[in-house]
């Protein structure tokens, strides 16, 4: 029986040894001699690194492996390119050291997206008022698409986080007093912003969705606080089929939104006789209705209606 170790010289930083082994040593000796002499040589690798890391970039290995695979994101082969050694030899120094393997997507997801996309993402998907759907279409992609970046930047699914936000979102509602209670609240508010315009003098307080103003307009009062989602757009719908729109000058639609309240001052031969759909946030070229988002200067005088009616 024989042994023989051969030393090689062909690695530029470490010592490779290799081990040759007579093949009439019995298997479990040839095995524990493997294992040692790989021991031994991913010691003298340890240490020609730790020279050479501490001589070109001023620490030491440990701190090295923090800063690239933690703050740096790189794989195991991009450091294996820099100290010029084996990939197999960086997942083990870095596995001695307790550092988990690098998240790369951060990385690669910043150079497609730009510096502080990462950052970003997270902001617009933590705010509960935003969906996927709404991420997705800021950065140009689908909903699937963003669900599969949460995964990776956060590591566990959204479910989770959605059904947080419905949470906070029925939280909110509650808190608010998201009911007719509130709705009329809401309506007392309107009543009160006309009459600090001058224009109310003869309150009509039918159910509180009516009044008349000091120049003669009847107005109607409509509400809603659902949306409806229709493609990737969110609409407000208000039923209009019970009230006779031939009866007032304007309709006052109020589409109550979790941060803001917006209204719609629509004349009544612009309003429809049935179902209304508004768009809260639509510009004059998505809606018709665009125009009359607060637009209360309408109900001052006679003669700006006309002017919208011409439209």
């Known amino acids: 029986m024989s042994l023989f170790v051969i030393w090689d010289h062909s690695c530029v930083v470490s010592r490779r040894w290799i081990l040759v082994i007579d093949s009439f040593l019995p298997a479990f000796i ?3 001699a493997s294992y040692y002499f790989e021991n031994v040589r991913f010691r003298v690798i340890k240490i020609k690194l730790e020279a050479y890391v501490k001589d070109r970039f001023g620490m030491d290995l440990h701190q090295f492996f923090r800063q690239k695979v933690v703050e740096e994101s790189l794989y195991d082969y991009e450091i294996a390119l820099i100290l010029n050694v084996s990939t197999t030899s960086v997942r ?8 988990k393997r690098a998240n790369g997507f951060s990385r690669r997801f910043e150079i497609i997206y730009g510096k502080g996309a990462v950052e970003k993402f997270q902001n617009m998907i ?3 008022e935003n969906s996927l759907t709404d991420v997705g279409k800021h950065f140009h992609f689908t909903r699937e698409y963003a669900r599969q970046v949460y995964q990776k930047i956060y590591g566990y699914p959204y479910t989770e986080t959605h059904k947080r936000k419905q949470e906070l979102k029925r939280k909110e509602r509650l808190s608010n007093g998201n009911g007719a ?9 309107l009543r009160e912003r006309i009459k600090s315009m ?7 307080e039918r159910e509180g969705l009516y009044m008349t103003l000091s120049n003669g307009y ?3 009062i409509r ?8 493609g990737k757009k969110q609409y407000y719908r208000i039923n209009n089929s019970k009230c006779a729109v031939r009866d007032f000058d304007f309709f006052i639609c109020l589409c109550k939104q979790y941060k803001e309240d917006i209204h719609f001052i629509i004349p009544s031969d612009i309003m429809p006789r049935s ?3 508004l768009l809260p946030n639509a510009g004059p070229d998505q809606s018709k209705y665009a125009q009359f988002r607060e637009a209360w200067n309408l109900l001052q005088r006679k003669n700006q209606r006309n002017a919208f009616q011409s439209h």
């Open 30 to 32: 040839r095995v524990e």
């Open 223 to 230: 509400a809603t606080s659902t949306p409806v989602l229709i």
């Open 126 to 128: 933590d705010d509960q």
């Open 275 to 277: 179902v209304l759909t």
């Open 92 to 99: 083990k120094l870095r596995n001695t050291f307790g550092i």
């Open 218 to 220: 009847k107005l109607a």
């Open 181 to 189: 209670s509130n709705l009329n609240g809401k309506f007392k508010e």
């Open 198 to 204: 001058g224009l109310l003098s003869n309150e009509e």
